[in-house]
């Protein structure tokens, strides 16, 4: 990978690291309203259950920006972590955080539905 392409990486990772660090932050305020009413309190627990979950997904991935922007410091960016094959340019430019190649990811998913549902989310918002 050329200093340009891997310059361009850490530009749109450090975009995405800054974003979910607002999302992360923000998310807080919400998380702890409380509500004297019973109807609400319900509510509220419902929303902040939602809001939990999408805060732990926000973190994962916040988790992998960071790991990716480590790994382009230390050398290691756009390897698979699993195989040591390099990961395709289409696949980085989807998914710059990704830490393993198609092939690697597909066995993990596999593995893990519930990782594989979170890639797919991803992949969505990354479209
Ligand atoms: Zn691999």
Do not use: Y
Not at 107 to 114: F, L, M, S, T, V
């Amino acid at each position: 990978m050329t200093t340009t392409e891997l310059n361009k990486n850490r530009n749109v990772l450090e975009a995405k690291q800054a974003e979910l660090t607002r999302m992360v932050r923000n998310r807080d305020g919400i998380a702890i309203e409380a509500s004297p009413d019973a109807l609400d309190a319900v509510q509220h627990a419902t929303e902040r259950e939602l809001a939990i979950r999408h805060l732990d997904r926000d973190f994962t991935l916040l988790r992998n920006v960071r790991a990716a922007l480590g790994r382009i410091d230390d050398g290691s960016f756009g390897v698979c972590l699993h195989c040591d094959d390099d990961i395709s340019p289409k696949r980085l430019a989807a998914l710059p955080w990704a830490a393993f190649c198609i092939h690697c990811q597909e066995i993990a998913d596999r593995n893990q539905g519930e990782i594989a549902e979170d890639a797919g989310n991803f992949l969505i918002n990354a479209a």
